[in-house]
């Protein structure tokens, strides 16, 4: 049991992702403001203090694919939690915002100014690179409009990639006036192992600064992971409720909440709403049918309390974590995920993906393209061919935006037959420097094609690169395409789709 505190047990505070990354990961993004609206107000009443809500893929996919406006989608939402009730987290991708290209600081500091003062109070900031030059400009303009920067290094696991790399960039990102820290594990590659080693400096290196705990069940690590964080003493875990938990998504808050309290750890998650939320959302899922690539794997309702069995099997892995020893972590993710997830109704785990890396809106969205193209045959060997990209561009984590340009990369390598014969800009523009410094030296011959191709090799941070951006010539251009400040914002960073959308809505306001 663990001790107490002021007469209190030690907390876990748990974050749901549902409505983020629970539907980017396995369902392309594409769940609506309208769907979100029938399953948050069951959220608001789950006793959460945070609720990842917004960025990440959901801006663009609401204007490519759902036909909502992104502002409007944090007003409604925002609306229903009020002043008083669950912070509205963001992912926020550094310097690219929430597109896929560095953008003028200027750009960076009125997209974050809108997104804070319309309710999104707590923004998550990464960099794909772990460049913490590309942090700067996002947490100054973040915490310059009252709102919280959680500063989250990208986990990977590569040559270069060790303990002390992720304590220098956090480090580095503290001093840039980060608020919070996390560790994203977006492709669910931190072992249980790993993680006591990456915890125990961070809480040393770092006391008293607050941590949060991001994962995916891809690889059949994540449970086992966040339990280990609740050994360690991490403050926030990111979840989903059972139905957008599990595969390729964040582990679900029921099991996990089953696990606190057998460590004997308060939790803030009232379960009573599962139920409903569970329903709510597996009818979501059912109506998102055409985007999801494993119906049948949604996992069953979870109960309202662990049968005997299932206790069990919880007490038995959690003593065997608690041994810390590598063999006893293996045993722990086996009883985990063969005996507790799998008959739960969750998919058995796909070893590839340990060493493809490929985190899981990365898998759900390269799934559908080439299911649209009628390509689907060529997953297998395009995730085979996804570590050796990786490794010729110096080992970037894979999240958004390096995983699409590395997969989509791999992708044309197995569909040509000669690797990099064919590239695309945004991969020169990789292997040139313009996202940031490289984690390790890239592959000598691919740069050497890179600047044949007639690419400049960029050392400076990337945004001293990019002009900043006259807001009222924009304006003066765009005739009566723009209504607001925030239609051209979303122009600035998604140009032809939010071209689309407007054009689209001013085509209805004219026939209305």
């Known amino acids: 049991m663990a001790s107490t505190r002021n007469g209190q047990l030690p907390a876990v505070n748990f974050i749901d992702c ?23 107000p069951l959220l608001k009443d789950s006793g959460y203090s945070i609720l990842e809500l917004w960025g990440g893929a959901t801006l663009d996919a609401a204007l490519r694919f ?21 912070a509205i987290r963001s992912l926020c991708r550094g310097q690219n915002l929430f597109g896929y290209t560095p953008y003028a600081d200027n750009v960076v500091v009125e997209f974050l100014k809108e997104a804070v003062r319309s309710g999104n109070h707590r923004v998550r900031i990464f960099d794909a690179l772990n460049d913490p030059r590309n942090l700067m400009t996002a947490i100054m303009a ?81 449970v086992t992971t966040y339990v280990v964080g609740m050994v360690c003493g991490i403050d926030n875990y990111d979840t989903c409720y059972g139905p957008m938990a599990g595969g390729t998504s964040q582990p679900p808050v029921e099991l996990l909440s089953f696990f606190a309290r057998e460590l004997g750890l308060r939790t803030n ?25 494993h119906t049948d794997q949604v996992g069953k309702p979870w109960p309202a309390e662990p049968p005997a069995a299932m206790r069990k099997l919880i007490q038995a892995a959690i003593n065997l974590i608690q041994k810390r020893g590598k063999s006893a972590l293996k045993e722990a993710i086996a009883i985990i995920e063969d005996q507790i997830l799998v008959p ?3 998919p058995a785990v796909d070893r590839k993906q340990l060493e493809a890396q490929v985190p899981g809106g990365m898998l759900s969205n390269l799934h559908n393209q080439l299911k649209e ?70 592959d000598p011959a691919v740069v050497q094609q890179v600047v044949a191709a007639g690419e400049e090799l960029c050392t400076r941070r990337p945004a001293d690169y990019v002009p900043e951006v006259d807001l009222e010539a924009v304006y003066a251009q765009s005739g009566t395409l ?31």
């Open 142 to 222: 973040t915490k310059t409009f009252n709102g919280h920067a959680e500063a989250a290094l990208s986990y990977t696991t590569s040559p270069v990639h060790d303990t002390a790399h992720f304590v220098n960039f956090a480090s580095k990102a503290l001093d840039q006036g980060a608020d919070s820290l996390a560790v994203k594990d977006m492709a669910g590659l931190l072992t249980p192992w790993d993680a006591f080693d990456l915890f125990t400096a961070l809480k040393k290196e770092f006391p008293g600064v607050e941590i949060s705990l991001h994962s995916h069940c891809t690889n059949g690590l994540a």
């Open 344 to 346: 739960q109704g969750y």
């Open 373 to 442: 193209q009628g390509k689907l045959d060529l997953l297998p060997k395009i995730l085979e061919e996804v570590p050796a990209v990786r490794a010729a561009t110096g080992y970037v984590p894979l999240v958004t935006p390096t995983s699409q340009i590395v997969g989509t990369q791999a992708a044309f390598n197995v569909m040509t037959g000669v690797p990099y014969s064919m590239m695309t800009k945004e991969f020169k523009a990789l292997i040139a420097g313009r996202y940031g410094r490289l984690p390790g030296p890239a």
């Open 269 to 293: 998650v009232d379960l009573k709403p599962a139920a409903k939320i569970d329903a709510e959302l597996r009818q979501i899922r059912k109506e998102l049918s055409s985007v999801d690539a």
């Open 66 to 86: 759902t036909g909502d406006d992104p502002f409007d989608r944090l007003d409604r939402f925002y609306k229903v939690l009020g002043k008083n009730g669950p």
């Open 482 to 512: 723009i209504r607001t400040h925030r239609d051209l914002l979303l122009l600035l960073l998604f140009p032809l789709p939010a071209k689309q959308f407007l054009e689209k809505r001013g085509s209805k306001a004219a026939a209305a």
């Open 18 to 40: 549902s409505l983020r990354d629970g539907h980017q990961s396995l369902l392309a993004t594409r769940m609506s403001t309208q769907q979100g609206l029938r399953v948050l």
